[in-house]
């Protein structure tokens, strides 16, 4: 079992940044590929960034790229999604997931298999 706290979470002005945590209470947190999802609602929950298990490979949505960056840190067993120049668009809860080894699609919810209950992220214009 995987228990997945986010942190990080608030208002913030279009334009601006947040730094969002994921602390996970695993002994084997270096075993896990990371995702950030989010999800609006009436929308689909979508991914946002995922990262592999070394660290080494990152993934992105297009509408993120370039302006979000995930990192881990697994002497904390910790996972960050840094979000800069925020959009109204990307206001939604922030869910952190977890999968054992190196999933077949980062960007499907389907190949995680623990997940954080979320922290809300509103961009104002």
């Known amino acids: 079992q995987v228990n997945l706290v986010e942190s990080g979470g608030g208002l913030v002005q279009a334009g601006g940044s947040l730094r969002l945590s994921c602390a996970a209470s695993v002994s084997t947190f270096r075993n896990y590929a990371l995702g950030w999802f989010r999800q609006s609602p009436g929308k689909d929950r979508k991914m946002v960034a995922a990262?592999?298990?070394?660290?080494?490979?990152?993934y992105y949505s297009d509408s993120v790229k370039g302006r979000f960056t995930i990192s881990r840190d697994n002497a904390k067993n910790t996972v960050y999604l840094q979000m800069n120049s925020l959009k109204p668009e990307d206001t939604a809860a922030y869910v952190c997931?977890?999968?054992?080894?190196?999933?077949?699609?980062?960007?499907?919810?389907?190949?995680?298999?623990?997940w954080g209950q979320g922290t809300q992220v509103t961009v104002s214009s």
């Open positions: 990262i592999r298990w070394s660290g080494g490979t990152t």
């Open positions: 997931a977890a999968a054992a080894g190196n999933p077949s699609n980062y960007y499907s919810d389907v190949a995680y298999d623990y």
